[in-house]
């Protein structure tokens, strides 16, 4: 069972930061929230978020799941503008959704989950963890995006740095220790990642979020923010591109 | 739990696949190298007929080495976009399992990419797929596994899949093969199945695991003990006739009765047994008198098709299956004995080879259609052989149609005779991109002059353009902003001479 009220902006946060990676997504729902753990169709990005239920304005669930098609979602999104409220309930016995956004109810047929992963987020052991505000970076983004397909994160102890060297150019978005809100790195370490993936996934980050960063050396990258004011929690996994030997 | 049995119990690791055991140790051979980081082919190829194990072999062989999977199947759509999105966009990253897990190729820890099916992309939706595939087996820096039925087919449409993967070949298993995967099943399950019946669902098979599995599935699930008399369901198919034993009993036989009943039981499509027939009634009938009553049955049946499908009125099947049987098989004047191989229409094989090829002579022919104001029909009997001509030899005019007509990687191939991957191709191809970013030149606008030929007249140079346009849209080109730029350009630009009369 599973019935909530939300506001369209919450959801709009949530759909944004997951459907940057995949498109259908299996939610589940507990008591205690939703969540959601999914590795992308070519096995390279991992998304693991939980939304308290605290972000919704009203929340009544047990232990159910919900697979769910975000461009429908997306779709309802843009009948409504920020600040309306959002009602969902699932309908058990036709295996629907039903939506309402003001006068407008909409039934969507569930995405059948049984087929879909139930990754567990890998521990791994990232010796540099930084922390920024994600504009900072999204700027940086922009700048180096045309110039390769790759891009190389790079922290040591005085600060954090962003490479992308292409055959002819190279842009380079240096960030100091001062401009870092945190930065926890004794080691020089550097990993080389595709550059669309990391470029979406930054870009997918709402703006104000500061961002946590843990890197290692060829090591998957881990990237943690909040959501819905503090109410929602998400990561991001992204492996490494292979580097040629 | 999953309720499929060829799912169920495809095996875990390559020591379990039975059968074709030189292809599983050159593909664990394969996978080795990949460990250790240099294969000398990052790709390769699995071929061989239906059901006899190639994905099975593929999954075996990720859950040995413990690699990850991403495959790619023809449920999936494997347009251009598809494959660089999920296979390339994987193939140049470490990996996350669908468990979480984190996989490292510096520890061997690999992904491997599988595309399923690979004969079968093409078509619209599978629009630029082959490219990319090739694109894919270019750049991959993880293994990759390709799997098909019919191999020619692929590699006649690009030559890196032919010569930058490793071909692996697989036959049909033997019957002894497919009988101990049977029993092994029946055994898990719990079911005793005699004997007698693992044999008949074996021999039926005809070396098709995957299809033995599904009838062992029918008859067992549920039971105790499977009898002979259990497969009765079976048994029905078990005595259905193929198109050989068709072929054999109507050009053979001497009974037009059991010919037409044996054509009630093969459940073939009518069609298709016609044209079997007209494939094999001359390697039977030599008499010149048997093969023109024969082939008179054949046409008064072809009649009697032909309108079942202008008239919608199925009943004329049995007319027309009474000709092709009955009329057949009494054509002859002596008994036909001794063996005769039969063959497989090979109007059909023609036509299934050519099937790419005429989808791109036909956008070829449509694009040039509206540019020449004739219909397709007209452009393909007419137009097409000189210009194709034209375009193979004359460098200019080749550019310059080619931008002009906007036309693609595929459209030009054909043109030129050549694959969609020859650097013949890849270099106009490059030249038009070119062009269609530098609007200074543009050559386009002499074609454009000299055009009217053949009595069609032309009033204006504008609307022509727009027509241009529309095809365009349809065919999803997405370079479409420079076309203002050429509009001035034409009338600046004097034609050179040579080509203006030509056309």
Redesign the interface.
Known sequence: MFQSKLRSETLKGVVDVVSTLIDEAKFVIDANGVSL?A?D??????IDLHLDKAAFEQFSANDTELGLDLDKLRDVLRLSKSGDLIEMRQDEERNRLVISVGNITRRMNLVSTEGM??????N?TLPAKLSVNIEELQRGIKAAESISDHISLNANPDGFELISEGDTDLVSLKLPKDLLVSLDCKDPVRSL??M??FSNLIRAIPAGTVLSINIGN???VRLDFEIAGGKGKVKY?L????E?? | MNDDWTELYRPNNLSEVLGNPKAVKDLRDWAIAWES?NPTEKAVVLMGPPGIGKTSTALALAKEFNW???EMNASDSRNADAIK???I??A???????????L???DGRR?LIILDEADNIFGREDHGGIPAMAELIRST??PVILIVNDFYELGRRSSIIKTGTKQIKFTKLQSATVRTILKRIATDQGVEVDENVVYAIADRSNGDVRAAIRDIQAVAQGMDHVRMEDIKGLGDRLSKHSMYDLMGEILQGTSGANARSTMMDADEDIDYVMKWLDENIPLVYKDPEELSRAYAHMSRADLFLSRVSKRQYYGFWSYAAEHMTYGVCTSKSTVKRGYVQYNFPKMLLRLSRSKEARGVKASVALKLGSECHSSMKQVVEDILPYFRELYQKDKDFQLAISAKLSLELEEVAYLLDGKIDSPAVKHVMQEIEGMRRNPYEEETARIDTSKPKKGRKKTKEEPDEKRLEEPKVKREVPKEEPKEEKKEAPKSEEPKGTQTTLF
């Open positions: 753990k590795v169709p070519a096995h390279v990005a991992m992963s139930d990754p567990k987020v890998p791994i990642y595709p669309d993936y060829d090591l998957p996994l492996a490494p591109r292979i040629n030997d | 980081g990850g999977v991403v999105n999920i296979a966009r994987g140049i990253s470490d990996t996350f399992t669908d468990s979480g897990e984190f490292s190729a510096k992904k820096k993880q």
